[in-house]
């Protein structure tokens, strides 16, 4: 059911992990599990639930995000496998086997004898809100099972054929969490236990594990890993997630990887909720069981694995009963005298151009735009070998002139996190440095 560095790891084996891990965790029933190793994270899942204890998903560990979990659940303590972890909480070190429990032979007919009620509470996710406090949202064990079920049927891997999944996605994150960790244990696929970041990491991992193969991963790790020019193991299937893939990208993932890619829809709050093969199609379809519907302009997601309705960030299209466009976020969307657009778009459009290999547009905050005499927007760019000239006539024959970035900033990076997102504090602190750079040439 999983592999570390290579070696499988039978069903047998886990669920004795699990108990062992289960009798050594502490009388708090709110567990934040920090493990890298998938594995690891893994069994500290399932010994948190057989034990009755809520596992806490947040999306960072900063020292701020830590001291809101504790006021959340003053019970809290952290499962991690890092040897210099410094979460300022109680900490339970990963317990690893003796010499005596890894010599001897795991039962294979070993089972679990705790039942887990669909009811029960398994994991509060949480998301930022508008006052950057944490917002718990329930998942409870059964609706967590019809998700990754449902996801196995739309993906093909409930055929019978065991793939094994291999990730660039932190299990912590909702989409890993699935996708990764939940997706394995409820279609009989197996897993790897390594997080590859880099492409000859990725490249490595895959080759380490036997086909069919399955990669989860984000848009930022399949143009890295394209731009590399690395040869890719054979690849069964390729999953992307966490932000926007285009028609193009995917394109050259399916032609150069001779693989199928398939994107996922979901969020934090709802879990994944639809699919579609962006080569193919642009519609995107439900997943069973969940419907949208729209109301003065705030689109809600339920049914199927859904807590409840649920408001989408994003503006979409329903066109028809499982079926529904989606164009950008709420949050993206942007005015300028009198034209509007999303900034999802203008990514779209400056990521297509020829030598750009990452890009973001952004809207000044209101203390820069005294620099430039509006408030308009401004674009972070990698791109080696393209002068601004060349990009800015690129860009005028995609987009309205009114959005053209003013200032365009080159730069070494963006400064993406595990999953490929953006961070908006860490954006904007790059686009500072950038102008003052800028500004002293």
Request: glycine letters at 6%.
């Amino acid at each position: 059911m999983a592999y570390r560095s290579g070696v499988p790891v039978r069903a047998g084996s886990f669920l004795a992990d699990v108990r062992r891990v289960a009798e050594a965790l502490p009388r708090g029933s709110h567990v934040l599990n920090v493990c890298s190793d998938r594995y690891r994270f893994t069994v500290a899942f399932a010994a948190s639930l057989l034990s009755r204890k809520v596992s806490l998903l947040p999306s960072t560990h900063t020292p701020e995000v830590i001291r809101q979990l504790k006021r959340f659940a003053p019970d809290v303590f952290c499962i991690t496998d890092e040897a210099q972890c410094s979460i300022d909480l109680p900490r339970v070190p990963f317990p690893e086997r003796s010499p005596a429990d890894r010599a001897g032979p795991a039962e294979p007919g070993d089972r679990p004898d705790v039942e887990i009620d669909a009811e029960c509470l398994a994991a509060y996710v949480f998301t930022s809100g508008s006052t950057g406090t944490p917002l718990p949202y329930r998942k409870t064990w059964g609706r967590l099972v019809n998700c990754v079920r449902h996801e196995a049927e739309r993906l093909g891997l409930l055929d019978g054929g065991s793939h094994t999944i291999v990730g660039t996605v932190p299990p912590q994150h909702m989409y890993g969490f699935e996708s990764t960790v939940l997706l394995a244990l409820q279609s009989g696929n197996a897993f790897s236990s390594g997080r590859p970041f880099y492409p000859a990491d990725i490249c490595c991992e895959l080759s380490s594990v036997p086909q069919p193969r399955a990669l989860v991963t984000t848009p930022v790790h399949l143009r890295t890993l394209l731009a590399s020019e690395v040869i890719v193991p054979a690849t069964d299937l390729v999953l992307s997630a966490t932000a926007p893939l285009s028609r193009n990208l995917a394109l050259d993932v399916e032609r150069q990887c001779r693989t199928r890619l398939l994107e996922i829809y979901g969020s934090t709050e709802t879990g994944q909720i639809a699919c579609r093969r962006t080569s193919a199609e642009t519609e995107w379809q439900l997943f069973r069981g969940v419907r949208l519907s729209s109301s003065e302009g705030q689109t809600w997601a339920q049914g199927g694995h859904i807590e409840q309705a649920t408001p989408l960030c994003d503006v979409v299209e329903i066109t028809a009963e499982d079926r529904f466009l989606l164009h950008g976020r709420l949050s993206d969307l942007v005015n300028i005298a009198g034209k509007r657009s999303s900034l999802a778009y203008l990514n779209h459009q400056l990521n297509a151009i020829p030598g750009v290999l990452d890009g973001a547009f952004f809207v000044r905050d209101e203390s820069d735009a005294s620099l430039v005499g509006v408030n308009r927007v401004a674009a972070l760019v990698v791109a080696p070998g393209v002068d601004a000239a060349t990009l800015t006539e690129q860009l005028r024959q995609r987009i309205d002139p009114v959005f053209l970035p003013r200032p365009l900033l080159f730069v070494d990076a963006l400064p993406r996190n595990d999953t490929g997102k953006l961070p908006h504090e860490a954006l904007h602190a790059l686009a500072a440095t950038a102008l003052k750079r800028a500004g002293a040439k």
